[in-house]
């Protein structure tokens, strides 16, 4: 009996996801019909499965690690992840070690499943339970603020947080219901959130993060940032070495850019033709290898992940 059960268990899950593919490659071919307006019917299915392209593409991942131009058209309306997660990806492929997501921008199984991915122990914090998780791969969940993150000292070998820190401080209703957690607090505690990132860092390690970037712009749930911002970010974390690459969205996609071009660059999610406007920092912040001052505020207890 109970090999009959299973059986009829696993008939049940090829059923469910023959069926949810072919509900995805149905909204793909209605949004690729259309005139591809960031957000409209078929939107999300077409971005994801543009972006498991990108990250099988192995040409791609030269682009982004060398800092090349991008193709032509990459990413035509497209928002940012498309940028954002195969930049990361490239930059930490052959590296070895635990990976801490702030923010659960990679909570896709494209990326998770990546090569990239494949020689780390990957964990994700985020303000409240995902629709979907991948426990089954190995990756851990957990449910904090990044102003108060609960891990201990240097426990991660990298920390990723891709399009998150513009949010903290700011009105997270729409990602968690607890009004005690998403409330709108202050935009500048993101400074608390980056101090956090490098306590949870071994000793030379990075940071990548990414946010939206251009002239200042408060939207009320996140914040776009100005070179201001950008360099009180950076004072924060005092990093030993830092690297930033800027890519900007064009008429015909993106393509990599430079603060100047982009201080005026405005960030509504779409223009009056539906088009995605904006652009975007993506940075490496390396910790320093010296040992923390004395007096510096740790949390030292616990497991080697946690408190």
Known sequence: MPNVIS???QLQAKAKKMAWKQLHQKRVAA??????RPWSYGYDEYRLQSLAESIQDAGMAKVFRENRPLPDQYGFRLDAR???IPWLLS???EKEGKLLDAGSALNHECVLTSDALSNKKTTIITLAPEGQAFWRLGVSYLFGDLRNLDFKDACFDFVACISTIEHIG????MYAEDPNIARRTNPE???LAVKELKRVLKPGATLYISFPFGRYENHGWFQQFDSQLVDTLIEAFAPAQHQETIFRYHPTGWQRSNRDDCQKAFRP???RRGAWTGSCVAKQL???RRQRAPGYSSKSDGPDSQR
């Open 170 to 173: 700011m009105d997270n209703t």
């Open 82 to 84: 498309i940028i954002e």
């Open 269 to 271: 999610d779409r223009d």
């Open 189 to 191: 505690e993101f400074l």
């Open 7 to 9: 059986a009829a268990m």
């Open 31 to 36: 949004y690729l019909k259309s005139d591809r």
């Open 286 to 288: 390396e910790s320093a």
């Open 91 to 93: 930059k930490v492929a």
